[in-house]
């Protein structure tokens, strides 16, 4: 059967838009209270909570920022974050958000973040987005269906070449099974609503523009009645809208990419960060993501790391990516480090683990590269990769 019900589409891709919405605009608080300092350690009754917030103290800084008319829309705001299973509370005793002296924390900076296949798909798709937005010549213009003009659009064809070309995928049926994965979880959709995903001239758009910097208030409009509700980005003085010319007087280092050094390897593999931040770029800033916390229990050069008798091991590791991505974050810059592995990944088959230092790509030196050239060397590379790692002894 060539094409599905639009009513079935239209309710998962409300379903999935809702989810996608939450995660982008709790990764955007998450980043920008870590660069304001409400994310911290914190002592209460001779324990020691890391990376937490105090619930009282957001909310304050919800309403003083104008990110909430008031109080109890800023409590609605982080349970929806909660409901989502973005923040959680610090012991899991309080499963409602309290505007109160209690200690709460996202669920992404103590690694209890859930990644379902919905998480995942979602990353993925936010890499091929970004990937996409970046390429030379962008695949998301003005086309015509049936006498209608639709902007930000691609054949289904076109995706699929394009997938082939930059190492996405490995056949044809691989990009089919991929594109569907896609617009299954609401990453993209048919223009009308009307058809699945096919190898075609058929026209799709992505669901969500992630760049958009999202205004929290939205997390419980977006949910209203059912509908989608589309931002306007010329509404509300809030940083978390995006805007070609920051407002006079703003403080945008919060919108840098150099307040994170972690890199995604893996699409659905993903460990997530940037999302959303910077969460699989492999997620790159979408695919880039920020941990507050390294691995590592000391800073390491790369003369130690070369240095005769050095206690570190060599090893070679081949990493045969699939669908999915390869599934490892790497932080640091000269030399970068693996910071994270999702235990179902292509890298944790071939015995990637934290703490290892990468040396070569592919036969290429990468020791005094930086995360984000090293980043760019896999993303644009094969989809098997053959790393060179140093591993500590102890």
Known sequence: MEGISSVSISTQVMSRQHKAEAMIAGEQLRLRLHFGKLIKDRRVHLRTYPNCF??????????????????????????????????????DKWPKFKDAKLLYRFRKDDGTFPFSIEEKVFMRGQSLYEHLLSSRECLLQVREEKSMHYKHCFAGF????????????????EGVELSRMLL?????????LKHHFFDSGLLYQ?????????????????????????????????????????????????????????????????????QLHNSNSVYTAPGVRYNPKSVLKRDVTCEELLSPGAPYIKKVLTILGDTLGWGFVVRGKSPCYV??????????????????????????????????????LVMTGPRVVTLEVMEPQD
């Open 54 to 91: 105090v619930a009282q103290e957001l909310v304050d800084w919800l309403t003083v920022h104008k990110e909430v008319p008031d109080r109890d829309t800023a409590v609605k705001v982080m349970q929806r974050l909660m409901d989502h299973d973005i923040i959680h509370h610090v012991c």
């Open 158 to 173: 076109q995706l699929i070449d394009w997938l082939l070309q930059n190492g996405e995928a490995e056949s044809r049926s």
């Open 184 to 192: 299954e979880h609401g990453i993209i959709q048919h223009v009308s």
């Open 206 to 274: 992505f669901c969500v523009n992630f760049r958009r910097r999202r205004r929290l208030a939205q997390l419980i409009e977006v949910e209203r009645d059912g509908e989608v509700m589309i931002p306007m980005e010329d509404q509300a003085d809030s940083p978390f809208i995006l805007r070609t010319t920051p407002p006079p007087g703003r403080n945008t280092n919060f919108l840098s990419d150099e307040a994170t050094n972690d890199v995604t390897f893996g699409g659905q593999h993903s460990i997530l960060t940037h």
């Open 339 to 376: 910071q994270a592995v999702d235990p179902g990944s292509p890298a944790a088959a071939a015995g990637i683990k934290v703490r290892q230092f990468v040396c070569r790509v592919n036969g290429l030196s990468v020791l005094h590269l930086d995360y984000c050239t090293l980043s760019k």
